[in-house]
């Protein structure tokens, strides 16, 4: 049987719930002030969205609004308190084996064998995902090339590689296997603008070459616009706007002159994206004191 069904559904989450204990060491602290400061930490609060087979998907929001932790849950590495997301019909709890070989995801703290060059970290990831030598070797090559990384720097240990340039190795990787499903969280953060956009255009590329469906996490308005089809707004662990750009700027009621996603998330969530809230303003303040 085949895993990917006559399906246009990419991604389906419903109702999902994160939440994390915050507790941890419980040593009690002079300056902590009540027992009060237990706490849950809700990551993702009851959120749900879906994603159409092919759609470049973007999700924008500010830090700690839970988008990495999604991710995470749809990649199966997390499992939810409630709700369920399913990856072309299959269940990321249920059937995560089957799952894992659809995705793969990009992060920024991609994990690699440091002292190992960056085609022996895709020989090894090749391996897992039961690609031969051959073919794993001549796409890293590829890839890598296309990615603005030379074949000298291929064979060189990974630690001696910039941060950046770690950064489009982990890009590569994601892209090795041509995964169905790429959530890439935040992958070019970090990088100057030219790397920025040759990551940008191997994504598109990549995309309209192959059958893929990608979640795109990004702190990059002008990023967003540019490679999604549909993009929705993050705050506090729930999807508080969604749409294509234009649609966006409609909901939001935002009337003459060019408005683009800044104008709409300053409008959706009250402060701007760059700006940090209001309330944690507050906090800060509070506890500096
Ligand atoms: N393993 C964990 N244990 C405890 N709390 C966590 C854990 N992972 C995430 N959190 C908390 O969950 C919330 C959401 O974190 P998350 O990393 O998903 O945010 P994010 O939107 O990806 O932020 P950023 O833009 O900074 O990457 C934050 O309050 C964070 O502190
Ligand atoms: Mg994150």
């Known amino acids: 049987m085949s895993v990917l069904p006559e399906s246009n559904l990419a991604l389906e989450v419903r109702g999902v719930t994160k939440r994390f204990d915050t507790r941890g060491i419980r040593i009690p602290l002079p300056w902590s002030k009540k027992k009060g400061d237990d706490k849950q930490v809700v990551a993702v609060d009851d959120l749900s969205l879906t994603v159409e087979r092919g759609q470049i998907f973007g999700i924008v929001g500010s830090n700690g609004c839970g988008k990495s932790t999604l991710v995470r849950i749809i990649s199966t590495l997390l499992y939810p308190d409630g709700g369920t997301i399913s990856v072309f019909g299959h ?9 894992r070989r659809l995705i793969n995801r990009v992060s920024v703290e991609a994990s690699f064998f440091r002292k190992l060059s960056p085609l022996e970290n ?121 749409g294509t750009l234009s649609g966006l700027v409609e909901q939001a009621g935002l009337e003459g002159g060019r408005h683009g996603l800044e104008d709409v998330f300053l409008h959706v969530v009250g402060h701007a994206f ?9 906090g800060a303040a509070a506890s500096d004191q």
């Open 274 to 282: 760059d700006e940090e809230p209001e309330d944690k303003k507050a």
């Open 122 to 242: 895709l020989m090894f990831s090749g391996q897992t995902y039961g690609l031969d030598r051959e073919t794993t070797a001549a796409r890293t090559f590829e890839i890598l090339g296309r990615l603005g990384i030379d074949e000298a720097q291929v064979l060189r240990p990974l630690e001696q590689m910039s941060r950046g340039m770690q950064q489009k190795v982990a890009v590569a990787r994601g892209f090795l296997t041509s995964p169905i499903v790429l959530p890439l969280d935040e992958p070019t953060t970090g990088l100057d603008p030219a790397s920025k956009r040759q990551v940008q255009k191997f994504i598109a590329e990549l995309h309209a070459e192959h059958d893929a469906t990608v979640l795109l996490v990004t702190h990059d308005m002008a990023e967003a616009e540019k490679l999604c089809d549909q993009i929705s707004i993050m705050a506090g662990g729930k999807i508080v706007a969604s």
């Open 91 to 99: 269940d990321v709890v249920e059937e995560s084996e089957t799952v």
